[in-house]
Each structure stands twice: as structure tokens, then as C-alpha cells.
């Protein structure tokens, strides 16, 4: 099937290719996809100028990615199981779905978006817990061509409202509620605080899963269970071009409001199978499992489009590492004879903080690959992955890619290429990465470091940000001419390989999750106390990244400043969610600015990082006095 690497000469064979004649390379990819009609001309493309970035792949090529997961290969796939579903408590009884199965419900929940008024075209947004419907929803629409616009079940009302607006979602399926860990997430309720803001939705589909009381608005509000009944399964898949858009999914940049990454049909199937296929080895009767969200690309990409259009069996999972016990993963692992397992570094050091012995009290010998994605994983982690969960014998694949990229972009092939602690090694075949510095220039050679950025087009990239192109460029490709600026620095060591250090900007990675400082600032900034805030990462032992707040209240009228923290928590948690809450929250007399008055961050890392020894040149700031007393009053123990 198509352009598998089997050992490492066939991957340099194959990345040289993609270079000389990446038009031919990803043809012969693509031809093994289900076309309704082939395409014309496989690239075109244009990261600079007047409009761009302009970027086409397999140009009025016609198909349905939903015919490439079920028709294409129904055949060989029908009894086989697609989806195992792991509840969220272990006493629950887990749900197998065989291709089969899915295809009938896909086809069937497709008939009754159609029937409540979707149209290709339309974008639905979805807000559900990590249930086998979540599936069935994303990928009904894309039979139906309806663009999906899933939310992440961890959103408050105000982030899951100001997504549907700006994407201008008419429907809404979202749940009663969803289960993570010991909690019930009222999902219904909070879908409800966001659709009193979003007149633009005319429907709202209700799965349940909680069974709480949830109140239902007439006319508005449907049961999932209630819309399907009358619904038949014969549905045939709306014709797609390669470019009509498939999704979007919002992420965050370093200023402003999340960015809809949109994504389109063609490229975007052809790289998402391409890369799972090969980063993962993937064998026919492999149990693959990716502990993401649906709700993040890792979970768009690697649990949902990639595994189910290379006609693999995924575990998919409801709850959270860590209940009932810190051994649920590993038992997941033994009890599904799990094959590839991918997961996040912030879960790997959390439960290498809670001790091996969960680890060991399992068997995990079925495991051939374990894959890691979201962050810089440290040397310590990766070890403890390799050594205590793949038994020495595993080789980890530690996958760099973005929401923008689609799919993976820089990673070791599991078993093919050499793996080194902490590195993502090699770019797959079509990448062309670059290192530059600041002034753009390339840096070649090797053992350098610099600003990544990407040469060439390849299949699997956004296409635009919703509603907003100049946004996507100006973001994107205005810092450097022609390139696509990643947001990551790396450093390529004397054989070549990347290691990603990290963000050059204000986004911060917190236990996987991609947060933009701003966005948390703006939320601070409404508390009627609070003058200004500035935001920043530091290092934190579990999360990655923790968020360290600096607020300046010009008067706090007598309030506690205890009262004052837990307050500015509530607000975070009320307009964005739990994960953006700031770990430290630091009240300042003021904030330190230069004199053009633009606030100095870099000092406020270095203090929040707790290492005062080189702020350098601080005498530009308006008020230099100012550093040592917030040095002074700082969250952690600072060193001078
Ligand atoms: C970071 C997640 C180091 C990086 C797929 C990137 C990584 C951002 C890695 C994208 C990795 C992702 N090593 N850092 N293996 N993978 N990142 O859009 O900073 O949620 O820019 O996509 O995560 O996050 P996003």
C-alpha cells in the first residue's frame, strides 16, 4: 500500500525524492486514494505576494475522505473493529465498533444533519466528550460537507461562544454532560451559557451520556437519540473538491482572539495517512492508541482521519491518566493489547512522578511503539518512557508538527530511524525544513540552531485562518519572505537531527495545550481591580509549562490580595477554562516598561523561571528600581 518505508535507505531514498520532484512523489501517494475524478495538476503554490500564501494541492481532484475510510476499503474492513471505546470508569462496559458499524451510524447521523438543515458548506460546531459519537459527528459532516468545528469539552462558554461566532456555526451538537475522572462536566449547561450569546445557531443536537436533568429550549434543542430514530443509513457522500475545506479548529497565536486553522479535503487525507502509516509503522491487525483530545489536531489527525483511513483499530479513551488510579493507562495498555501508544510528555511525567510501579504492575508486551507529541520532551522523561514503559525495547517517536501543519513534520520513523532522548530527528519525506536567524537568512551546516521555518508546500498544510487570509499571512509567512514560520526554535545537532527547543513567542505550552499569553492577559485584565497584567511561561515539573501572572493594581481598595488571586482564577477558568488558570499570581506596584512603554517580558520570564543572574541591560526601563522589588515579592525563590 503505497510508499510504506521499510529501513532507513528507502526513507533517504524517499526524502530525497520528495525533494527533486515532490509533484511526482505525492502523485504516487495520492493514487491510492478513492478519486471520483482525478486531479489535474498537483501543485500550486505561493507563500509570498499579493494574496498569499496561495497553496493548491491536487487541483479539481473530486472524492469524499469519508469514501477513502469506508467504501474504499469496506471489502476488507467491514467486520474488522474500528473503534474500541474505553469508558471513563473501568466498571462501565467498553463499546467495539467494527468499519461496518461506523459506516452505517456515519451514514445515518449524516442523513439527520441533512435532515435538520445542513448543507454543504455550512460549519457545524461540535462540543462533546470523548464518546464514539464525537466520531460519528465529525465525520458525518464531512460525508455531507459540512465543515466541522470541533471545540475541546474543557472550553468555558465564553472561548466555546466566541468560536461559534466566529465561524458562524448554525448547529450545535454538544451532550447532557461528560464524565473526566471523578468529575461531571455539565456540557449542556455551559452550551447553553455560550448559545444565549450565539443567536446565529438555529439548532442545538443533545447527545446523552450523563444522564443529567439538562433543560431542553423548544424549537431549538433536539436529542440525538430522538433526531435518528426515523433515520435511515443509504447516504451517499457529497462529491468534495481536494480544496473545499474540511475543518477548522482554533488555536492559539501570540495576540489576539484564537485563529481558525482551516484545513482542506485532499492534501490534507493524503498526508494525514501518509504520515500515520509510516511515523507509526502501522501493521494490519496493530491495536493503535492516541490518549489525545478529539478536541486538538493530535486527535483530528491521529485518532480520527489517519488510523481510520489506513483501516486501523483504534482504543479510543473517555477519562484521564490518573483515575481511579495512576495505573489506568497501563491497564488500558494490558487489557486492548495495545501495539502503538501515543501520548502527551505532560502525561508521562505525571505518572513517572507517581512511581514505576503502576507501570510494572501491568503487562505491557504487546507495546512495538510509543509516540510522543505536543512539547519538548526532557531527557529524564523520555528515558523513564523508554526504559520503565517500553521495557528497553520500544523505540519512541517523538512526533514535532502544529494544528497549522495538519500532521507530522518532523519525527523519527518507529523502528527506521535512530532515536536519540529528546529529539525529533528527521523531517518525513516533503518536509523541507529550515533554520534561520533573525534577520531570515538561512542557516546551513549543521550543529546550529535558529528559527524553524518550512521551504515548500506540503499536502497536509492550512490552507487559510478563517474569515481572515491577511491574518494567516501576516502570522505566517510576513517575517521571513517565502518561508512559513513555525513559532518553534530548534537546533539541528552534527548528524542533522532537530531538537525542538521551544516558542520564540508569547504561546505557551501547558500540559500539551497551546495557550496564547495575551489571550489569558485580556481575561485578567477584566477584573475591575486590575490595571494591567503580564503573563508569562515557567517551567513547571508536570504541566511543561506553568502560567506565572503579574498583576498591577493601581488600588486594591483594601481587598486581600488572596481574594484578589482567587478571583482573577475564577475569571480565567469562567472565559477560557481550567487549563489557562495561572499557577502564580504575583500583585505588583508596577509593571517594568521602557520608556516607549512597552512591557519587558523577558525580565518577567527570567524572574518567574526564578533566575535573576542575567536580565541584562535594565537600565533602559523607565523605572529600573522596580525589578528587585518584584524580585523580591516573586512566587518562587530567585537566585541573583
Ligand atoms: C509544540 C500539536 C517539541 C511546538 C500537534 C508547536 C512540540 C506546538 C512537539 C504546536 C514536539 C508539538 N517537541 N515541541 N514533539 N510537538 N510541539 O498546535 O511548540 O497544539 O509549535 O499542535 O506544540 O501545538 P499544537
Redesign the pocket.
Known sequence: MGKIIKNFSEYQQQYSSSIKNPEGFWDEIAENHFWRTKWEKTLEWRFDGEGSPEVKWFINGKLNITENIFERNYHEKKNQVAIIWEPNNPEEEAIRITYHELFEKVKQFANALLKTGVKKGDTVAIYLPMVPELVIAMLACARIGAIHSIIFAGFSATSLADRILDASSKILITADGGFRGSKEIPLKKIADDALSDCPVVEKAIVLKRTDEDVPMKEGRDIWWHDLIKSVGSDNEAAEMDSEDTLFILY?SGSTGKPKGILHTTGGYMVYAEYTFKNVFQYSEGDIYWCTADIG???GHSYIAYGPLLAGATIVMFEGIPTWPDAGRFWQIVEKYKVNQFYTAPTAIRSLMAKGSEWVKKYNLDSLKVLG??????DEDAWNWYHDIVGNNRCPIV???????TGGIMISPLAGITPIKPSY?TLPLPGIQPALVDPEGNEIMGNNVEGILCVKFPWPGMMRTIYGDHKRCFDTYFSLFKGLYL???AAKRDADGFYR?I??IDD?I?VSG??IGTAEIEDVINLHPLVNESAVVGYPHDIKGSGIYAYVFCANLFDKEPELLEKEIKAIVNVFIGPIAKPDKIQVVSELPKTRSGKIMRRILRKIGEGDATNLGDISTLLNPAIVDEIIKGAKVVVRK
Do not use: S
Not at 510522543?372 to 520532551?377: D, M
Not at 517523538?398 to 497549522?404: L, V
Open positions: 488555536t486538538w489536531i493530535t510522543t507529541v505536543g512539547e519538548p520532551i517523538d512526533t514535532w508538527w502544529q494544528t497549522e525529533a513555525t513559532g518553534d525542538i521551544g516558542r504561546v505550552n495545550h497551546r
